[in-house]
């Protein structure tokens, strides 16, 4: 039902000043008490199947059996409320069920504010400056603690069959373990799915990242229903293409280009990066491997005398840099263009940076889950020319490519 001016006339008469509207004793705080307390009064009323005093309840074994008080915290501060009651203690109301002691809506700004980096510390403040709100690191802990069963979920849910294309990384972040502060490695999984659509398929945390753990990621990948990758693009982690081929044979591993640039670029000054670039990119760019391999040496003859090792790591990875050449225009730019991998590490990065370290994996964890749902909900588009790319995987992989 719409809400009335005449309505809205009756309810702001006395209205002089802000106070009145949004102080500690204003009319919205009044109205949300009221609205929350009639709200649960009809709750009662379907819980019982009769209205208050309706002789028709008379004998049904159940009835209205008084109130409770109970505080509540929101946007209005804190607000004590009247809790309707019945006899057989069997109603459990939906607006503010039993053992919650805030609405949703407060919940979601310390959800929110703590998916985005902000320290226990900073939330508290926020909510103080912005609602007069005191909330202690305890209650930060209870509303995050409530991500870890949806995290559970995620982490199992089944997955497509065919991955046209999946990115393979590991960020470290810094996590309390034995009394000290380490790097871990957060083992990160990307999906391209038929659609053209990005999607992070899951986590996993090890101390260190190595191959082994790799093959238990992949295992893991294949049990929750991966039936097949065509491309599975991966740093220059020793052992790695191995990890995949054992569980996915057919599989083509191709070394990521993007990290490849990027170790390469460590050895350069600021005042030649750009340069540099340049001349990498008419490597991966050429048309064929002929010409990669062409530019390559004259990479190595204008650069070697300064920067010896750049060439020498391309050519010690050359085989697994190649497969790139084998497919068409279309599917290469979304293999080394697409930095899916790349701009994810940088926003879990960014997310991390404020928190020096976390105090144990459960927490560290409910961060990057958050940060990873709100990335995700910017990947509303597929891969740019995705569906000339896809024609392209019909034909090159005729036999494995699933009917659509």
Request: charged letters at 25%; hydrophobic letters at 40%.
């Amino acid at each position: 039902m719409a809400t009335t001016d005449e309505l809205l006339d009756e309810l702001m008469k006395n209205y002089k000043k802000p106070e009145d509207l949004i102080g500690e004793s204003g009319l919205l705080k009044q109205l949300t008490k009221a609205l929350v307390e009639r709200a649960m009064k009809a709750e009662m009323t379907a819980h019982l199947g009769y209205e208050k005093n309706d002789p028709s309840g008379k004998k049904t074994g159940n009835s209205r059996n008084g109130k409770s008080k109970k505080t509540i915290k929101g946007e209005f501060g804190n607000m004590e409320i009247a809790v309707p009651r019945d006899r057989n203690s069997t109603f459990e109301p939906v607006i503010i069920p039993k053992g919650e002691t805030r609405f949703t809506g407060f919940d979601d700004k310390i959800i929110s504010m703590y998916a985005r980096g902000m320290t226990t510390r900073d939330i508290q403040e926020h909510l103080k400056d912005m609602y007069g709100v005191e909330v202690s690191p305890t209650l930060v802990s209870q509303v995050t603690d409530a991500i870890t069963e949806e995290i559970t979920l995620w982490q199992n849910r089944p997955l497509e069959e065919v991955y046209p294309i999946m990115y393979l990384d590991a960020v470290r972040v810094k996590v309390r373990h034995n009394g000290s502060v380490i790097n871990k490695a957060v083992y990160l999984a990307i999906g391209v799915t038929l659609d053209g659509q990005k999607d992070v398929l899951g986590m996993w945390v090890a101390e260190t990242e190595g191959a082994k753990f790799w093959l238990q990621v992949v295992t893991e990948l294949k049990n929750r229903g991966v039936k097949d990758i065509f491309i599975a693009c991966v740093d220059g982690l020793k052992g790695f293409p191995e990890a995949i081929e054992a569980v996915y044979p057919k599989t083509q591993v191709q070394l990521c280009i993007v990290h490849m640039v990027r170790h390469s670029l460590r050895y350069v000054s600021w005042k030649q990066r750009k340069e540099v670039a340049a001349d990498l990119k008419s490597i991966y760019s050429a048309p064929t491997v002929e010409q990669a391999e062409t530019n390559l040496t004259a990479f190595a003859a204008k650069w070697d005398a300064s920067h010896p090792t750049i060439s020498k790591s391309w050519r010690n990875n050359w085989e697994r840099i190649i497969p790139l050449f084998g497919y068409p225009p279309d599917i290469r730019k979304a293999i080394y263009t697409t930095n899916a991998i790349e701009s994810l590490n940088m926003s879990l990065r960014k997310v991390t940076k404020n928190r020096g370290s976390f105090p144990n994996d459960e927490a560290m964890l409910k961060l990057l889950f958050l940060a990873l749902r709100n990335i995700s909900k910017k990947w509303t588009m597929p891969i740019h020319d995705w569906k000339s790319a896809l024609n392209q995987f019909t034909i090159i992989f005729e036999t494995r490519m699933p009917a659509l």
